[in-house]
């Protein structure tokens, strides 16, 4: 068996490898291109490929940031499995990120593009003991939620409480290009991780359909709800409020007021990816409920 980092000529192979092995996480040439190759981090010396007689047999695509690195996903074709592929596939991209000076890696959370936020409980089962053998801790848990928008209404309770807070001068409403260095200015001292995918929103024209905003009485933006992140329409996320306004009830009329635009522009289905903690029990007071769960799960590789 060879392993090796992917080419430009890997692609399609590549894709047919991760279909067959990722079943629950199928992908096609436009989610695989814009997602991956794509990602202004992509190296493909971080995504190896596994080849046995001259056939691709296993893949492991990792990511890197400053101080720590992702494994992003990996898989094995089924008739290729329980033969060491894929203990090689991770030993190999390991290595190669301790020789970076990566010295944790984390299992699916990679904040830019991932797909899985850590080891899919039901579906991929046996990819739990699998990497608990390969010296992996169990680091919590995580779920993905959805809410049909069929017969949504927004509860009249998030309504009365809008306007209360309007009442105290606060403002809700549509992202618009003005709205482009105060966001930043929000995003980059509350949420920097978020500042890259927000912007890129933007970029391609969609914040005023996507973005929704909270600003405080004094004109300050204190809230933001975003939608179509990677560009499918549905998708819900990333959503928060300053710290300072926790607790006054912004998150919720941010979250009703993005699914009310949605479903006005015949929307009728949202997701998201990854929460935890308390906020499993927010979201479902909110009427989302979780359809995976995932096993958060990490390795130290001093």
């Known amino acids: 068996m060879k392993i090796r980092s992917y080419t430009a000529q890997d692609g399609q192979a590549a894709i047919r490898l991760w279909n067959a092995a990722l079943k629950e996480d199928r992908l096609n040439e436009e989610n695989f291109y814009t997602r991956i190759v794509c990602d202004g981090s992509f190296d493909p010396t971080l995504y190896l490929l ?114 209360l807070l309007e009442d105290k001068g606060y403002r809700f409403g549509h992202f618009t290009w003005e709205d482009s260095l105060p966001l930043f200015a929000f995003l980059q001292k509350s949420f920097p991780h978020w500042l890259g995918g927000a912007r890129a929103n933007i970029l391609r024209g969609d914040g005023p359909e996507t973005i929704q905003l909270a600003k405080d009485p004094t004109g300050q933006v204190v809230g933001f709800a975003m939608r179509a992140g990677d560009g499918t329409p549905g998708r819900f996320g990333p959503f928060g409020v300053a710290e300072s306004q926790q607790g006054t009830g912004l998150g919720g009329i941010l979250f009703h007021n993005l699914v009310t635009d949605m479903v006005e522009r015949r929307i009728f289905y949202t997701w998201f990816l990854w929460t935890g903690g308390r906020n499993l029990d927010i979201y479902a007071t909110w009427g989302m409920k979780q359809y995976r769960t995932y096993t958060v799960m990490s390795k130290n590789l001093k």
């Open 50 to 163: 596994a080849e046995d007689d001259g056939e691709m047999v296993g893949f492991v695509y990792g990511a890197k940031g400053a101080e720590k690195g992702w494994l992003v996903a990996m898989g094995v074709d089924p008739k290729h499995r329980r033969k060491g592929v894929g203990k090689a596939l991770v030993n190999a991209l390991e290595l190669a990120l301790h020789q970076q000076g990566i010295q944790q890696l984390d299992i699916g959370n990679y904040g830019v593009n991932y797909f899985f936020p850590g080891v899919d409980q039901k579906n991929y089962a046996d990819a739990i003991d699998f990497f608990s053998a390969l010296g992996y801790e169990e680091k919590g848990l995580c779920a993905s939620m959805d809410l049909n928008l069929r017969e949504y209404e927004t509860p009249l309770k998030y309504i009365e409480k809008k306007r």
